[in-house]
């Protein structure tokens, strides 16, 4: 069996790790193709040679663009690549533009498609991630999910029951076995501090929304000091604000981090303050509270079983929530069904039962 994973992004390639591997002990075929989504050293080579992936055997180089420019470099090289290789399946991961590329080119070249994360929803179509999931569930085969709300989704829009497969999370499979890895730490914490991520379009791409999520952020940093690792689309707009901003303030803004780096930053935090869908889940596992700057979640059930609060655009209730965790009244939370380290193993081993002839 030949299998291609296509991934370009970030959040991607903590997600190809565990699978790539688990396919390797099957002696499965592999080939990876990175979209060049993300290119910077920081966003994607460092997560390769952590999380010892091997270096991808295609790079399409595409690079950055607009929603459709970025989507359609990425089609007209992966039709090419994709027609060449011949794959028995391709495996696509989570909701980025890279996802919804790969999707589109193997329908159409009638190559069959196994979705990781498949069935989130955030019912948000203001979001392109909302709409790479749709369109990626309606052309795959094979669905891979992290949650029982994921498969009440798929079948609510139709997709045949036996096509799902409930295997857990393959992110927190990464997180299982790189958490214990040693590492050197390049900047030094306080006991109490806070994390901050933020790079969804609604939040940093507008400066005075950005402004209003910096204030707040400055005044929370007065009773804990905050660590925040920059995402290059929040860069320039950031970096305005703090240079000018009057107040003296206790927030530590670094560069993107490596893996490892940055779950341990996690992990050592008393909060975590975000707008990534992933982050909810890996805070969900560690029992960090999570409080996110954003309407809805694709991951409910960070909610309802984990330590994920959603907080909108409502500061005062952010500022309640920071009072909540210091004072140990926050919620306790409970790690989700199969979010245990096997996820990639329950992956594998549907693949190898499924005849591709
Ligand atoms: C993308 C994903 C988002 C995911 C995020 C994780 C889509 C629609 N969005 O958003 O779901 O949560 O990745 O990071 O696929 N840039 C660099 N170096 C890089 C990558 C990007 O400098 O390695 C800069 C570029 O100037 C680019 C901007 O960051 O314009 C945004 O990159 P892009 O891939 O378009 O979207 P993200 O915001 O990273």
Redesign the pocket.
């Known amino acids: 069996m030949k299998i291609i994973h296509i991934v370009?992004?970030?959040?991607n390639f903590m997600k190809l790790s565990p699978v790539y591997r688990a396919l390797e002990q099957k002696k499965v075929e592999q080939i990876i193709i990175h979209t060049g989504?993300?290119?910077?050293a920081?966003?994607?080579d460092i997560f390769f040679q952590e999380l010892s992936i091997p270096k991808a055997d295609i790079n399409l180089g595409v690079?950055?663009?607009s929603?459709a420019e970025?989507v359609a470099k990425m089609m007209i090289s992966l039709e090419n690549e994709i027609s060449l290789q011949k794959p028995d399946l391709v495996i696509v991961y989570?909701?980025?533009?890279?996802?919804?590329a790969a999707s589109l080119v193997c329908a159409k070249l009638q190559i069959k498609i196994a979705h990781v994360e498949s069935g989130l929803r955030s019912f948000d179509r203001t979001m392109?991630?909302e709409i790479?999931r749709i369109v990626t569930d309606r052309l795959s085969d094979i669905f891979f999910t992290t949650s029982v709300e994921a498969d009440d989704n798929l079948k609510k829009e139709g997709v045949d029951k036996n096509k799902i497969f409930f295997v857990g999370n393959v992110m927190i499979d990464t997180l299982v076995q790189f958490i214990q890895k040693p590492l050197q730490q390049n900047f030094s914490t306080p006991e109490k501090y806070a994390v901050v991520t933020l790079?969804?379009?609604a939040n940093v791409d507008d400066l005075s929304q950005l402004q209003k999520i910096a204030d707040s952020l400055f005044d929370i940093s007065s009773e804990l000091p905050i660590f925040f690792p920059v995402?290059?689309?929040t860069q320039l707009k950031l970096n305005e604000i703090i240079k000018n901003a009057k107040k003296e303030k206790n927030i530590t803004l670094l560069d993107p981090l490596g893996y490892i780096e940055f779950i341990n930053l996690v992990k050592g935090s008393a909060a975590v303050i975000t707008d990534?869908?992933?982050i909810q889940e890996e805070t969900t596992y560690l029992n960090i509270p999570c409080l996110t700057l954003r309407e809805n979640t694709e991951r409910p059930i960070t909610i309802t079983e984990g330590s994920n609060t959603l907080i909108g655009y409502d500061f005062s209730y952010l500022k309640k929530c920071i009072y909540d965790i210091l004072s140990g009244k926050y919620k306790k939370s409970s790690c989700p069904k199969f979010w245990d380290g096997h996820a990639a193993d329950r992956i594998a081993e549907v693949l190898m039962k499924i005849n591709f002839s």
Request: zero cysteines; charged letters at 15%; hydrophobic letters at 15%.
């Open positions: 370009g992004a970030r959040p989504q993300h290119y910077s920081n966003m994607s690079g950055a663009g929603q970025q989570g909701d980025v533009n890279s996802t919804l392109p991630e790479n790079h969804r379009p995402h290059p689309r990534s869908g992933g």
